[in-house]
C-alpha cells in the first residue's frame, strides 16, 4: 500500500494515472452507447382546445418519429418512449404538467407548446429544474435558451416577409391592405416586418384592419378591408381567422390577390374553405406534395400509412422534435442525465434526419433553408404558386 | 357613404344573430324560469346537425335547416325534462337550475367538440343560397337577407303566438305562476315542453345561419352567441320579444360601427358596458314590463 502511494505521487506515474482513469471511465461507455432501454419524453399535447387540429399533427408527428427511432435502431437498444400529457393549449394545465414531468426522475426531457406565452410561462421550470425543453409551434422570439430551450418550429416571418415580395414582384400592386389578428403579438411583428419592406419596394399602406383570434365572422372586417381599395390584402392571423377573413373578402366578391400565410397549409383548412383559399399564396418549408428528399418522402409515405392521412407543417415539426432529442441521446453514453442530454442537444449543429431538404440549430432555435411559395390548386393539392395572369 | 351603408347592414345581419338566439334564451328565462347556460349547446348541435344532412343526407338548404331546427328543439325539450322537471317538481330556485345548466353546457360542448373532431367545420359552398344582390352599389349576399327576413318572421311570429293566442296566455300564466295556472285548467308540463322546444328551434335557427355565414360550425359556436344572446335579453327586456329583436340587431350594429369606426378592441367592451348600464340604471330593459320580478 505504501509503495503504491509512493508510485502514484511521481508526477509521471500522476498523469498516467489519470490518463487511465478516464480510459475507465470512457472507453467501456463509448463501446457501449446508450444503455439499453426506454427512455421517458414527456410530451404535453394540445389536442383538445382551439388549436386542437394543430396539436393533434404535432402528436402524430412525434409519435411517428419515436416509432421509427425504436424500428430503425437509430439509438442501438434505447428507445424513446412518448408520454402525454393534455394541456388543451391552457397554460395553467402545461405548467401543471410540467411539474408532474419534472418531478418524475424517469422523465429525460419535455416537449410541448404551440402558444408563445404558455412556452414562455414553462421555460422558468425547465430551466429550474434542469430539464431539456423542445418547443414544438410556438414562434416567439427568444424563447430558445440553451442548454436546456430548444424550438424546431421553424420561424414563419422570414418566409412571410419572401413570399410578400415575390408576389409584390409579380403582381406590381401600388398599395396593400393588411388584415391583422391584433391580439397576437407574433402575428403584428410579422406583419411590421412585411410591411417595412414592402414599403421600401414602393408598396403603400392602404390600411390595416384589425380582428381579434376568437373572432368567428369576418364580414365587417372584409367589408372594411375592401372599403381602403387596396391593389393586395394580406392576412396576418392564426388559422380560423384567417380562414374566416380570406372566405369572408371572396363571399363579397374580392377579386384581387390576396396573401396569406403558413397556417393555409394544414389539409382540413382546404376541405372546410375549399375553392376560397385556391390560387392564395403562401409560404411554407415542408408540404407533402413538393418532397424531393428520400427521409421526406419516407416520411409522408408512413404518415399516410399510420393516420391515413398527408402529413402537414405541424406534423413535420413535432416529427424532428423527436429526431432531434433522439440525435442528442445518440452521442451520449450510458444512463443519460437530463443535464447531459441539455449540453448534447447544445452542440446540435445539423440535424441529420430531417424532412426539410436542409435544417441547422442556431442558438437552440431550427432553421430551414429556403422557402416555397405555394397555393392550393382546385384538386386540393399544395402546388407552386403562380402569379395571375 | 356606402361603406357605412354596408358596415349598416353588416350589422343588421350580425345583429339578426344575436336576436334570434336572444328570443329562445329570453322565452326560457320569462316562461321556465331558467338561465340556462347549455342554451349556446343546441345552437352548436343544431348547426351540426344541418351540416350533417348536407354532408351525409346531401340534402338542400331548406331541409337541412329544418333539421337543424328541430334538433336545437328536441335537444332543449330533452335537457328540459331530464335535467330541469326534476328540479322544478322539488321546488328548488334559480341558482340550482343555472347550476345544472352550467353541468349540461359543458357535457353537450364536450360532445360537440368530439362530434367535430375538435375542428371548425363549415358547409360546403354551394349548399346555400350564394348569391350576391346590389341596392344601388350596395352589395348584399343572399345569406344576410335571409339571416335578417328570418328575425323579422320569427320575431313577428312569436310575438303573435305570446300576446295574442291562447297558448301564449298559457305560457305567460305558467311563466307568472305555475300553481294559479294550473288551477285555471293550463296544463303546466305541456306549456312547458313546447316553450323549451320553441327556445330549442330558435337557438338552432341561429346556430345554422351562424353555422353558415360565418363558416364555422364547432363547440364553440354557440359559445359565441351566448352572451351577446343575453346582453340582447337583458337590453331589450325579459319578457318583451320586441325589445330583445332590437336589441339584438343594436348590439350587432354597435359592435360593427365600434369596429370600423373606433378600434376592433373595444367592441366586446362597448358591448359589455351597455350590458352592465342596462342592469344598474334600467333593469327591466328597453320594451320589459315593470311588474316583470325576474329582472
Known amino acids: 500500500m505504501k509503495s503504491w502511494s509512493r508510485r502514484i505521487a511521481s508526477p509521471t506515474h500522476a498523469a498516467l494515472a489519470a490518463l487511465a482513469a478516464l480510459a475507465l471511465q470512457g472507453a467501456p461507455a463509448a463501446a457501449q452507447g446508450l444503455a439499453p432501454g426506454d427512455y421517458k419524453v414527456g410530451f404535453i399535447t394540445e389536442n383538445t382546445g382551439a388549436l386542437a387540429s394543430a396539436g393533434q399533427s404535432y402528436w402524430n408527428g412525434a409519435q411517428l418519429a419515436a416509432e421509427e427511432v425504436k424500428a430503425t435502431k437509430y439509438l442501438g437498444g434505447a428507445s424513446i418512449v412518448l408520454e402525454a400529457k393534455e394541456s388543451g393549449s391552457d397554460a395553467a394545465r402545461a405548467i401543471q404538467n410540467t411539474n408532474q414531468f419534472v418531478a418524475d426522475p424517469s422523465v429525460l426531457a419535455v416537449s410541448c407548446c404551440i402558444l408563445s406565452p404558455v412556452a414562455g410561462s414553462v421555460k422558468p421550470i425547465v430551466n429550474e429544474a434542469k430539464t431539456p425543453l423542445v418547443i414544438f409551434g410556438a414562434t416567439a ?34 398599395t396593400a391592405a393588411y388584415i391583422l389578428a391584433a391580439d397576437n403579438d407574433a402575428f403584428k411583428g410579422r406583419m411590421n416586418a412585411t410591411r417595412e419592406v414592402l414599403e421600401g419596394k414602393g408598396v403603400a399602406t392602404a390600411g390595416v384592419v384589425n380582428v381579434l383570434t376568437k373572432d368567428t365572422d369576418f364580414t365587417a372586417a372584409a367589408t372594411q378591408a375592401m372599403g381602403l381599395k387596396p391593389d393586395v390584402i394580406l392576412v396576418y392571423a392564426t388559422q380560423g381567422a384567417a380562414a374566416g377573413a380570406i372566405t369572408a373578402l371572396h363571399d363579397r366578391g374580392y377579386a384581387k390577390t390576396i396573401v396569406g400565410n403558413d397556417v393555409l397549409s394544414p389539409a382540413p383548412i382546404f376541405k372546410k374553405m375549399g375553392d376560397t383559399v385556391v390560387g392564395v399564396p403562401f409560404p411554407v418549408s415542408f408540404s407533402d406534395a413538393i418532397v424531393e428528399t428520400p427521409e421526406a418522402k419516407a416520411f409522408v409515405a408512413a404518415y399516410q400509412k399510420k393516420f391515413n392521412a398527408p402529413p402537414d407543417i405541424y406534423s413535420a415539426q413535432g416529427y424532428q422534435v423527436v429526431w432531434f432529442i433522439a440525435q442528442g441521446m445518440k452521442s451520449l453514453s450510458g444512463k443519460p442525465t437530463r443535464e447531459a442530454l441539455g449540453a448534447a442537444l447544445a452542440k446540435v449543429g445539423t440535424i441529420e434526419h430531417q424532412v426539410y431538404g436542409g435544417e441547422v440549430m442556431k442558438g437552440g432555435q431550427a432553421e430551414t433553408t429556403g422557402t416555397l411559395v405555394v397555393s392550393w390548386s382546385p384538386e386540393g393539392k399544395i402546388v407552386p404558386w403562380v402569379a395571375p395572369k | 357613404m356606402q361603406l357605412f351603408l354596408e358596415q349598416l347592414i353588416n350589422g343588421c345581419a350580425l345583429g339578426s344573430l344575436y336576436a334570434l338566439f336572444g328570443l329562445g334564451f329570453g322565452i326560457v328565462f320569462a316562461t321556465l324560469g331558467i338561465l340556462n347556460a347549455a342554451h349556446g349547446s343546441y345552437a352548436s348541435w343544431a348547426a351540426i346537425a344541418a351540416l350533417a344532412a348536407v354532408e351525409q343526407l346531401k340534402l338542400p338548404f331548406i331541409p337541412a335547416l329544418l333539421i337543424g331546427v328541430l334538433a336545437g328543439g328536441l335537444l332543449a325539450v330533452v335537457v328540459d325534462q331530464v335535467a330541469f322537471q326534476p328540479l322544478r317538481r322539488r321546488g328548488t330556485g334559480m341558482l340550482g337550475a343555472l347550476i345544472t345548466s352550467i353541468a349540461f353546457w359543458i357535457i353537450l360542448d364536450s360532445l360537440a367538440g368530439t362530434a367535430t373532431g375538435q375542428q371548425s367545420l363549415s358547409f360546403p359552398r354551394g349548399s346555400y343560397p350564394g348569391a350576391m344582390f346590389h341596392l344601388g352599389e350596395i352589395p348584399l349576399p343572399a345569406m344576410q337577407v335571409i339571416t335578417i327576413g328570418v328575425m323579422l318572421g320569427v320575431t313577428a311570429g312569436l310575438h303573435l303566438l305570446i300576446r295574442r293566442s291562447r297558448f301564449g296566455a298559457a305560457m305567460r300564466a305558467v311563466g307568472w305562476n305555475q300553481t294559479a295556472a294550473s288551477l285555471g285548467g293550463v296544463n303546466p308540463r305541456y306549456v312547458v315542453i313546447v316553450t323549451a322546444f320553441i327556445a330549442g328551434a330558435t337557438s338552432g335557427l341561429a346556430g345554422v345561419l351562424g353555422g353558415i355565414t360565418t363558416h364555422n360550425v364547432s363547440f364553440l359556436l354557440g359559445e359565441g352567441l351566448l352572451l351577446k344572446g343575453f346582453a340582447a335579453v337583458v337590453v331589450g327586456g325579459y319578457d318583451d320579444v320586441r325589445g330583445t329583436a332590437v336589441a339584438g340587431v343594436g348590439l350587432g350594429v354597435l359592435e360593427v360601427m365600434s369596429a370600423q369606426y373606433l378600434s376592433s378592441g373595444l367592441r366586446d367592451g362597448i358591448t359589455y358596458a351597455l350590458l352592465l348600464g342596462f342592469l344598474l340604471l334600467r333593469p327591466r330593459g328597453l320594451f320589459g314590463s315593470l311588474g316583470f320580478s325576474r329582472a
Open chain 1, 141 to 174: 422570439a427568444g424563447l430558445p435558451q440553451p442548454p436546456y430551450v430548444y424550438s424546431m418550429t421553424i420561424l414563419p416571418g422570414p418566409k412571410d416577409t419572401a413570399t410578400a415580395v415575390k408576389v409584390v414582384d409579380a403582381i406590381k400592386p401600388k
